[in-house]
């Protein structure tokens, strides 16, 4: 890993089409590396190791790093999902022999991690194993030092951020304006409201303008997606989890690593921040209800556990369906069809964005023993599931941005 600090634990995947070709793009340059660098025979997206005489699997993916931090990571190998994560913001900056080490830097991590898969989590990162693995490619002392020469890069993020920090203030004053647009006084609810939408117009013409350059377009991306959980194996209260988060302008998905499986979420920036909270409030609700649901007698083990989270989301679910259907009719008399528009293209970007991070996605089928006590009691709890007031305005933040 190339890095002078751990990283920010709070790290979103940016998601465009732009963004996702770019992957593609560093992809085939790493396939270069593989072939002509290490002789390795290459079939997609998996190559043979000679000496362990067997087929591996690699990608790599952006992140997004707090460029305000004095300490930036450049990339990191996942030894779970067998990744390489590279930092976005810093990748913009770097030149073309920079990239080309970095890439070198982060799959010597990977061979090390398959050559001394015993003794990898015993070693120093940097040590001499990982040393004799950059000799033996023949990748010079600069790919096997722990950083790079990061002052030029610093320099090119200072200036980004010193930009940055006025759309970041702008931002700040458009969300205190649409929290004062819920105000009971209707005069200054409005008057909020009509100047966060002249403000956000503002917004949108300079990232009209900004969006010419691909950089700048990368900068501003506007969906991403964050891991709130990693476990070891899958059980009912992830699945349930699962279905909870999709109710709330979030896209969700199970992905399987070497002896785990996490929670992605995919969303708009505007509401993924808040991601984490909303999950580790409804994991602390749901687990509660269950220490009190398996103190009743007819509770007998995992098929009533399995039973009562999916009962759970299935409450949650059909309570979420009636609440949107009696909101929709309401707003059917007192919102104008561009309110309505909004909606739906809200909705459609979502499941675009998604798509465009997950293009191949299998389903998983469960089976478990039916308890029909159990499923009708978390069905209970389900309906009657309130989150936080906090949590309730993600909708209404959103549709003011897509209502312009």
Known sequence: MIETKKMNPMRLRPISESIILEEKNIQKLFKKILISECN???KGNFFYHTLLKKYFYFSLQFFTQDLFSEHITLGEFSYKDKLIHLNLSAWLHLNQDQKLNVLRHEFAHYLLYLENHLSFFQQTAH???FKKICEKYGWSKVVAKATLD???IK????LHNKSNQQSISKESKIKKLLSLSHSPNRFEAELALLKAQEMINESQIEYLKQSQSLHSEWHHYQYAALEVVEQCRLDAKLKCLRDLMECFSFKAILKYKEKAVALEIVGHRETLSQAPDIFHFLKSQIENWWLEEKKRPHQNGKPSKSNFFAGISHGFQEKMRLHEFELSKLQEAEQSSEIQLAKMN?????????????RRLSSIKSTFQINRESFSSGAFYGKRLELKEKFSTIKTSLLSFWGN
């Open 346 to 358: 809200m909705n459609l970007e979502l499941e675009k964005h998604f798509h465009i991070c997950y």
């Open 127 to 129: 040590g001499e194993e």
């Open 150 to 152: 990061l002052l030029e």
């Open 40 to 42: 390795f025979l290459v």
């Open 155 to 158: 320099e090119k993020l200072l």
